[in-house]
């Protein structure tokens, strides 16, 4: 398993998360990291990415001001803090990792490599 997501779980309205995602993926400064959702009956959307440096990060307007992505490359682990969580932030989220090749990377076919996903619940 070269990615691995943890952290989700139900959580009421305007709360908060924090999603990780531990990667086998050596060295993890190599590569940029991003996060998915799929909510029930609809696609896979893009939610943030970051550089392989950390130094500039990118959102869906969707989560803009409420997400942050971030990484420690000294642990290969990026992250998702999720506050002001609504319930229409419920899906399945994955984490993803390519090399760095100057890409917009808010497109799922960038990604080589995903993990098996969390579930984040929210209730109104």
């Known amino acids: 398993v070269q990615l691995q997501a943890s952290g989700g779980g139900l959580v009421q309205a305007g709360g908060s998360l924090r999603l990780s995602c531990a990667a086998s993926?050596?060295?993890?400064?190599?590569?940029?990291a991003g996060w998915f959702r799929q909510a029930p009956g609809k696609e896979r959307e893009f939610v943030a990415t970051?550089?392989?440096?950390?130094?500039?990060?990118y959102y869906a307007e969707s989560v803009k001001g409420r997400f942050t992505i971030s990484r420690d490359n000294a642990k290969s682990t990026a992250y998702l803090q999720m506050n002001s969580l609504k319930p229409e932030d419920t899906a399945i989220y994955f984490c993803?990792?390519?090399?760095?090749?100057?890409?917009?990377?808010?497109?799922?076919?960038?990604?080589?490599?995903w993990g098996q996903g969390t579930l984040v619940t929210v209730s109104s």
């Open positions: 993803a990792a390519t090399w760095q090749n100057g890409g917009r990377y808010d497109d799922a076919n960038e990604y080589a490599y």
């Open positions: 993926l050596h060295p993890f400064d190599n590569y940029v």
């Open positions: 970051i550089s392989w440096s950390g130094s500039s990060t």
